[in-house]
């Protein structure tokens, strides 16, 4: 009989001197965001968001580009605790939601390999990212929207709201990179004034963004705990 794995795998000499309790490392993470990071322009019920978009990139500096808008907290919690989806950008995203966070049990949805994303894409002379965002069409009123890794997603979805789609309750508007990133986040900061249309958003200003950053806001919006 074969003995278990547990039993014929030893731990390697210790080396260095690190902390590996994991529930320490948790709790040191946070008491030295909260050392490093200035805080005081984020608004009180915001603070444990910002805080963990910081965890997910391990950049306090990034409170600086931090965009909240003030509606944001109120609407997201509302919207997952009445069983709202999450529609994603990407399966990174999808991921990296912890299901145990979320209030009602509320699907995460991801259509970029839907089969017929392909055929969209190439008829629209678009992403793929950017044509699955169009089937979330039916799942839009009321969603949470997370958009971590693709500018054209988050081009395309306030095209369609502009064009008429269901908005939804909030957006967590990340993306990453360098081509059209931070014009996109640009464009969901000025949304409200160039078209009169209030959504509730958080975003960060410029390049950075990204599937860990993204996940992080959407789990602090899922629950209180930190």
């Known amino acids: 009989m074969t003995s278990p794995l547990s039993d014929r795998i030893a731990r390697p000499a210790r080396h260095y001197d690190y902390i590996d309790d994991g529930p320490a490392i948790y709790v040191d993470s946070f008491a030295t965001i909260r050392r490093e990071a200035d805080l005081s322009a984020v608004p009180p019920e915001a603070e444990k968001l910002a805080v963990r978009m910081i965890h997910g990139t391990g950049q306090p500096k990034l409170i600086e580009d931090l965009v909240i808008h003030p509606d944001l907290v109120r609407a997201s919690r509302a919207a997952l605790q009445a069983g709202a989806p999450i529609l994603c950008d990407s399966q990174m995203v999808a991921t990296g939601v912890t299901a145990s966070r979320l209030p009602a049990g509320n699907a995460v949805h991801c259509f970029l390999h839907d089969d017929r994303v392909p055929a969209l894409a190439k008829s629209w002379s678009t992403t793929r990212t950017a ?62 004034h160039d078209h009169g249309i209030d959504l509730p958003y958080v975003t960060i200003r410029g390049r950075l963004g990204g599937s860990a950053m993204t996940s992080s806001a959407l789990n602090a919006l899922a629950s209180e705990t930190e």
Request: hydrophobic share 60%.
């Open 131 to 192: 044509a699955a965002v169009s089937l979330w069409l039916p799942l839009m009123e009321g969603a949470v929207v997370a958009i971590g890794n693709a500018p054209t997603a988050l081009f395309h979805l306030l095209e369609m709201i502009l064009d008429g789609a269901p908005r939804p309750a909030a957006i967590v508007g990340c993306p990453v990179g360098f081509i059209g990133a931070a014009e996109s986040k640009d464009a969901l900061i000025a949304f409200s």
